[in-house]
């Protein structure tokens, strides 16, 4: 795997969700082969933002194929409620099928799937009442300015009329979708947009009604760290946003960077030892992160079978 996407799934790791200690319990005492499943249906993107962990070479884009993504569901049940990602690293709105694949998702599976979209291509009415429907864990938007041309700054090659309008649609779709799909918007934090995150979040709380909004610095790759070297925001100005964020009082996740958190020693020591997560990627090559253990599901008639005896790290 890339070191980039590497680093992106280790940083994901060391994040400081209190929630994190309870499925740490949990794991220990019910035991789930994968504390977390991460698919991506796509392997490209149609913006280019600066902070983005992702390097942009010029491999060609493939869409996962709809046996491949019934297949890689068959999954599922090997991992947490909501820790199946069918999208983490990518843009999964550019695949053509997505409406078709979110509608063909079992009901018994939907729920247990969370995916993570830009929301920045061109969404029809349909596309956007599907995903409402389709019963999803929770949908993550990326949302990092309601400043147009910081906007635009941040989330290169996207429009933000069109963003604002997507989400807009989608929620009105999901709020008159009968289900509990969760809706958390992702804000990145740099120097570029620093000044605006309080008021962004109390904007979008009021506009959007998300149910939580995570609010995270950001994770430094090869890609990107060039451009964090200037745009970081410092150990002072993030306690100065906690201490403003936490007086909202709204569903807030604020991922400040590891060394500001006094208990991330302990969750990297417990994550990288009793918890492996599966990625897949859109050709279908599933890794265990951290492990030379890798599979070509295309080639496994019943990839459960096999990745339900891995069991990693628990003798
Ligand atoms: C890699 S993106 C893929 C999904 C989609 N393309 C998007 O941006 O929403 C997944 C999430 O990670 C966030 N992200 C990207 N680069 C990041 C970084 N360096 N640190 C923290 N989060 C990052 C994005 O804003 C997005 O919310
Ligand atoms: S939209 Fe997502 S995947 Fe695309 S460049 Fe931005 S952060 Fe990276």
């Given at each position: 795997m890339l070191n980039h996407a590497k680093n992106f799934i280790q940083k994901r790791l060391l994040a400081s969700d209190v929630f994190l200690g309870i499925r740490k319990a949990k794991n220990l005492l019910f035991r789930k082969p994968f504390f977390r499943i991460m698919l991506d249906v796509t392997n490209s993107c149609n913006l280019r933002c600066p902070f983005c962990v992702n390097h942009w070479e010029n491999s060609p884009a493939v869409a996962m194929s709809d046996a491949?993504?019934?297949?890689?569901?068959?999954?599922?049940?090997?991992?947490?409620?909501?820790?199946?990602?069918?999208?983490?690293?990518?843009?999964?709105?550019?695949?053509?099928?997505?409406?078709?694949?979110?509608?063909?998702?079992?009901?018994?599976?939907?729920?247990?799937?969370q995916m993570t979209t830009n929301m920045t291509t061109q969404l029809s009415d349909d596309f956007l009442k599907a995903l409402a429907e389709c019963d999803l864990y929770q949908v993550n938007v990326s949302i990092d300015s309601l400043v147009p041309k910081v906007y635009e700054s941040l989330r290169v090659n996207a429009k933000f009329d069109r963003f604002?309008?997507?989400?807009?649609?989608?929620?009105?779709?999901?709020?008159?979708?009968?289900?509990?799909?969760?809706?958390?918007?992702?804000?990145v934090v740099c120097k570029i947009n620093y000044a605006e995150i309080v008021e962004l979040v109390k904007m979008c709380r009021?506009?959007?009604?998300?149910?939580?909004?995570?609010?995270?610095?950001?994770?430094?790759?090869?890609?990107?760290?060039?451009?964090?070297?200037?745009?970081?925001?410092?150990?002072?100005?993030?306690?100065?946003?906690?201490?403003?964020?936490?007086?909202?009082?709204?569903?807030?996740?604020?991922?400040k960077p590891p060394h500001l958190l006094k208990s991330s020693k302990s969750i990297v020591k417990f994550q990288s030892t009793l918890d492996p997560i599966l990625t897949?990627?859109?050709?279908?090559?599933?890794?265990?992160?951290?492990?030379?253990?890798?599979?070509?599901?295309?080639?496994?008639?019943?990839?459960?079978?096999?990745?339900?005896?891995?069991?990693l790290n628990r003798e």
């Open positions: 491949l993504f019934h297949k890689s569901l068959t999954l599922v049940p090997l991992t947490w409620k909501g820790e199946f990602y069918i999208s983490c690293l990518y843009e999964p709105t550019l695949h053509r099928n997505l409406e078709k694949l979110l509608v063909s998702i079992p009901s018994k599976y939907a729920r247990r799937i604002i309008d997507n989400l807009d649609r989608y929620v009105k779709f999901r709020e008159s979708a009968n289900n509990k799909t969760r809706l958390n918007l992702i804000t009021d506009a959007f009604r998300p149910t939580t909004h995570e609010i995270r610095y950001a994770f430094e790759s090869d890609a990107n760290w060039q451009w964090l070297q200037t745009q970081n925001i410092s150990d002072y100005d993030w306690d100065v946003l906690d201490d403003r964020l936490s007086k909202l009082s709204y569903p807030l996740h604020i991922e897949i990627n859109s050709q279908g090559i599933a890794d265990i992160y951290g492990t030379d253990i890798r599979f070509d599901l295309n080639v496994l008639d019943n990839p459960f079978e096999i990745l339900q005896r891995v069991d």
